[in-house]
């Protein structure tokens, strides 16, 4: 299984991108994804996951409200809605997917290197 982000740019305060995660080699059907950032000098963190079973999402609370994780139709792409994006949103986003984990516990992992796959990620920039 591959994974590659898309969408990522440059965005004033106040505005909205949406993020893609596209897997080749197999679907993400059995697959609890994530969304994680990295800002520089700060440790990778969870932003939202969705189950893999019945589409179960969690959040981080810096985000709820202004992010949205959902799964595509094709069954092989997970998207991240970012809106009212913030300077503090800036960071390197990456995909995840570990196999039938539980959303919450995936977002909060600590040992984010026990997860099955990562994308390349994809650079956020909100500046004015």
């Known amino acids: 299984l591959q994974l590659v982000e898309s969408g990522g740019g440059l965005v004033q305060p106040g505005g909205s991108l949406r993020l893609s995660c596209v897997a080749s080699?197999?679907?993400?059907?059995?697959?609890?994804v994530g969304w994680f950032r990295q800002a520089p000098g700060k440790e990778r963190e969870g932003v939202s996951c969705i189950d893999s079973s019945d589409g179960t999402t969690y959040s981080a609370d810096s985000v709820k409200g202004r992010f949205t994780i959902s799964r595509g139709n094709s069954k092989d792409s997970v998207y991240l809605q970012m809106n009212n994006l913030k300077p503090e949103d800036t960071a390197v986003y990456y995909c995840a997917a570990h196999f039938r984990a539980a959303a919450e516990n995936m977002c909060l992992i600590s040992s984010m290197n026990l997860l099955d796959y990562w994308g390349q990620g994809t650079q956020v920039t909100v500046s004015s």
């Open positions: 080699g197999s679907t993400l059907d059995d697959y609890t």
